[in-house]
């Protein structure tokens, strides 16, 4: 039986990829603030669920994930789902410092502990949440866009780490555009996709071991321009 660990399942997408793979024959630990939802989602499949509520933000999360793994002897997939993002207008140091704490340093901590696992297990597949935020800088709310692409180059860097240390460790950056969470804020959304139908094609992508994938594909387009956009139009947006 294979075991995954999904981080951040309360809800959104992380909840919809838990229930998932427990529907799917895999033992899954679930992680989140909200204690009684995820104790919803155990009660769907008991058998098959393993739950530990804790707040990433705490940097605690080594010793957190550790007693979910040491309960579940052990995992082969971490799907890193957890994020934060507030609309900034005021630009207030303390919105950017949470949306940091969570998208970069809780993170990094998670990351870190997983690669080094796998690496002491010999293989593992790391599955991390990033965004099409991250390939440009963005005004309305700066350090998201800034710790996705935060996340996008550390999970390249892994991905070379794995590569020099010649393990199967896979390492699968997937890059949603809109999806209808509650994370998904601001007025100006397009090509919105259901949570239902992004888990659907993230849980693909998990199973190919995909590299990166864009969230709904056609994302891939909207990509391609926004890299290309020179910075001095990107600028005027
Ligand atoms: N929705 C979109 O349009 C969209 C687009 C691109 C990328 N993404 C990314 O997709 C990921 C999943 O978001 P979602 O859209 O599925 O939204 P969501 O429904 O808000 O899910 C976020 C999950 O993260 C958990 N979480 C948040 N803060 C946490 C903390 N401090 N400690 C522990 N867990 C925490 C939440 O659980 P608790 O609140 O119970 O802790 C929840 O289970 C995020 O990284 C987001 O940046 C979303």
């Given at each position: 039986?294979k075991k995954v660990l999904v981080v951040g399942a309360s809800s959104g997408m992380g909840r919809e990829l838990a229930l998932k793979f427990a529907e799917n024959r895999f033992l899954v630990g679930i992680t989140g603030r909200r204690k009684s939802l995820l104790k919803e989602i155990q009660s769907l499949h008991p058998n098959v669920?393993?739950?530990?509520?804790?707040?990433?933000?705490?940097?605690?999360?080594?010793?957190?994930?550790?007693?979910?793994?040491?309960?579940?002897?052990?995992?082969?997939?971490?799907?890193?789902?957890?994020?934060?993002?507030?609309?900034?207008?005021?630009?207030?140091?303390?919105?950017?410092?949470?949306?940091?704490?969570?998208?970069?340093?809780?993170?990094?901590?998670?990351?870190?502990?997983?690669?080094?696992?796998?690496?002491?297990?010999?293989?593992?597949?790391?599955?991390?949440?990033?965004?099409?935020?991250?390939?440009?800088?963005?005004?309305?709310?700066?350090?998201?866009?800034?710790?996705?692409?935060?996340?996008?180059?550390?999970?390249?860097?892994?991905?070379?780490?794995?590569?020099?240390?010649?393990?199967?460790?896979?390492?699968?950056?997937?890059?949603?555009?809109?999806?209808?969470?509650?994370?998904?804020?601001?007025?100006?959304?397009?090509?919105?996709?259901?949570?239902?139908?992004?888990?659907?094609?993230?849980?693909?992508?998990?199973?190919?071991?995909?590299?990166?994938?864009?969230?709904?594909?056609?994302?891939?387009?909207?990509?391609?321009?926004?890299?290309?956009?020179?910075?001095?139009?990107?600028?005027?947006?």
């Amino acid at each position: 039986m294979k075991k995954v660990l999904v981080v951040g399942a309360s809800s959104g997408m992380g909840r919809e990829l838990a229930l998932k793979f427990a529907e799917n024959r895999f033992l899954v630990g679930i992680t989140g603030r909200r204690k009684s939802l995820l104790k919803e989602i155990q009660s769907l499949h008991p058998n098959v669920i393993c739950l530990r509520s804790f707040d990433c933000r705490k940097m605690n999360n080594s010793f957190e994930m550790g007693q979910l793994k040491d309960e579940m002897k052990g995992f082969d997939l971490l799907v890193l789902c957890a994020g934060h993002g507030e609309i900034n207008k005021s630009l207030d140091f303390e919105l950017e410092k949470d949306t940091n704490t969570l998208n970069v340093q809780a993170f990094t901590e998670i990351s870190v502990w997983a690669f080094n696992y796998f690496v002491q297990q010999g293989g593992g597949h790391l599955i991390v949440i990033t965004s099409i935020a991250g390939l440009r800088g963005g005004r309305v709310a700066p350090a998201y866009n800034a710790s996705k692409a935060y996340q996008i180059h550390y999970l390249e860097g892994l991905r070379q780490r794995a590569g020099r240390l010649k393990l199967p460790i896979h390492i699968t950056d997937i890059r949603p555009g809109f999806v209808d969470t509650a994370m998904a804020k601001g007025g100006r959304r397009f090509w919105v996709v259901s949570k239902e139908k992004a888990t659907r094609q993230i849980y693909k992508h998990i199973l190919r071991k995909t590299e990166i994938a864009y969230i709904s594909k056609r994302w891939r387009l909207i990509a391609w321009l926004f890299k290309l956009l020179p910075a001095t139009f990107y600028k005027k947006f």
